[in-house]
């Protein structure tokens, strides 16, 4: 079985300051390893995800993500944070043996001005 | 493209009364799952569905829980005589194929208060 665990339950940071959300992962098959962030009172949206091939993965607003086997983890970075990030990210992970995508509790960022 | 739709938004229900939660996946899309997430907590996967079929409900409660995806019309997640540890955000998800890396896209939840 596979489980996902996002060391920051919170996360602080002032506006245009670089972020880390961390993210490792357990699993003895391969896996697809995805970011969703929610904002308030929504539902989860997609940031990037990483299947195969670089293990490099970017989203369109700046966010990128390294899926790192050796240290089994997919850490989420940006750069240069806005007030506008301030959501709640969530790591989870699927293979082929699941029907269902398995969900890390969750990291709140809050970017502050 | 409408995205995923749920409603309702926003659910109170007293002890032992009904829930029925709805979902209707994005056009095209023929697979649904449902999530339950509790306060400060990630996602749980439910139950996974086709239409007219459920494919995985490993996560579903043995009691009191069901769901179903007919033909036409939306999926129903239903919850029979509720307790207040069934509070919780509802989420359904939906994906165009069956596959590991497929995206599933997600509505907006329904968030249960159980009084």
């Known amino acids: 079985a596979q489980s996902v665990t996002q060391l920051d339950s919170q996360v602080p940071v002032f506006e245009e300051a670089p972020v880390e959300l961390r993210c490792n992962y357990s699993s003895s098959v391969s896996v697809y390893l995805f970011w969703y962030v929610q904002y308030p009172n929504q539902g989860l949206q997609l940031l990037l995800k990483y299947l195969s091939g670089s293990t490099l993965v970017e989203s369109i607003n700046g966010f990128e993500a390294e899926f790192n086997k050796s240290q089994t983890s997919f850490h989420l970075r940006k750069p240069s944070v806005h007030i506008s990030d301030t959501a709640e990210y969530f790591c989870a992970v699927k293979s082929d043996n699941n029907n269902d995508m398995r969900f890390g509790a969750g990291t709140r960022l809050t970017v502050k001005p | 493209n409408a995205g995923v739709m749920q409603n309702p938004r926003h659910l109170v229900r007293r002890r032992g009364q009904e829930a029925r939660l709805r979902c209707s996946p994005m056009k095209g899309h023929s697979h649904v799952y449902w999530y339950r997430q509790l306060p400060e907590e990630g996602l749980k996967f439910m139950v996974y569905?086709?239409?007219?079929?459920?494919?995985?409900e490993s996560g579903m409660p043995k009691e009191r829980f069901s769901a179903e995806f007919p033909k036409e019309g939306p999926s129903i997640l239903r919850i029979q005589q509720v307790v207040r540890g069934d509070s919780a955000a509802y989420f359904c998800a939906s994906s165009p194929r069956l596959g590991a890396g497929e995206t599933q896209y997600f509505g907006p939840g329904t968030r249960l208060l159980v009084l």
């Open positions: 569905l086709q239409k007219e079929n459920i494919i995985d």
